[in-house]
């Protein structure tokens, strides 16, 4: 049986929904060297916050009409969120934009 166990610090926190949204519909299947090492950047970038406690789940979404990426935060408020996504090295530097929306994460498990 699977058990978590919550503090009274972890919910406090909330949570959005974070849509990294690509340049093109064909994204990533041409990307330049240039755009390519922005992505890099935002790979890393994510991993770090993924290490810090505020994403509690990322990756890319492969939907037909063209692939975004997701992430779940887990921060303190909207201001902390709008920072995730204003800081992102492939928005700093005008390689993708973002949309951010609050949400209640009934319930989560760990992947398997």
Do not use: C
Request: without cysteine; charged residues 20%; glycine residues 8%.
């Amino acid at each position: 049986m699977l058990t978590f166990r919550y503090n009274a610090s972890a919910m406090a926190k909330q949570h959005y929904f974070f849509k990294l949204i690509p340049p093109r519909p064909t994204f990533p299947q041409d990307i330049t060297a240039e755009e390519k090492a922005l992505m890099d950047a935002h790979a890393l970038y994510f991993q770090r916050q993924f290490e810090a406690g505020k994403l509690l789940l990322y990756g890319p979404v492969l939907a037909t009409g063209g692939a975004f990426g997701v992430g779940i935060l887990e921060v303190a408020d909207e201001s902390e969120a709008r920072h995730f996504g204003e800081n992102d090295p492939s928005v700093l530097g005008g390689l993708n934009r973002w949309e951010l929306y609050p949400m209640r994460v009934t319930n989560a498990r760990t992947k398997g």
